[in-house]
Nanobody, 122 residues
Framework: EPQLVESGGDSVQAGGSLRLSCAVSKYVASDYQMGWFRQAPGNEREGIATIAPDGTTTYANSVKGRFTISKDNSKNILYLQMNSLKPEDTAMYYC????????????????WGQGTQVTVSS
């Protein structure tokens, strides 16, 4: 049974918005760092956004000002709100959980979701 279950991926036009969700199971420690990654064909996996247990967030330069990461602690759901979408945002998006400081630095240790496809047309 998966520990992270993603949903919300879709096909949208450039300039549109989309919200991704990731349900987090009880087996993922509450003090883990959470984040979103994406990977397009021919590209390396890119860390998009992270959120620490204390609420501190970080964003990749490619999505700053357009994407927002948040977490509903009562429901244990991770979100990624994506606005002003561009064709270059087209990718498979993954949520992940890891030890603080290791989520981006040592992604091989992360717990991963199965991915959800986002396609943005011009």
């Amino acid at each position: 049974e998966p520990q992270l279950v993603e949903s919300g991926g879709d096909s949208v036009q450039a300039g549109g918005s989309l919200r991704l969700s990731c349900a987090v199971s009880k087996y993922v420690a509450s003090d883990y760092q959470m984040g979103w990654f994406r990977q397009a064909p021919g590209n390396e996996r890119e860390g998009i956004a992270t959120i620490a247990p204390d609420g501190t967030t970080t964003y990749a330069n490619s999505v700053k000002g357009r994407f927002t990461i948040s977490k509903d602690n009562s429901k244990n759901i991770l979100y990624l709100q994506m606005n002003s979408l561009k064709p270059e945002d087209t990718a498979m998006y993954y949520c992940a959980a890891g030890l603080p400081g290791w989520l981006l630095e040592r992604p091989e240790t992360n717990t991963w979701g199965q991915g959800t496809q986002v396609t943005v047309s011009s």
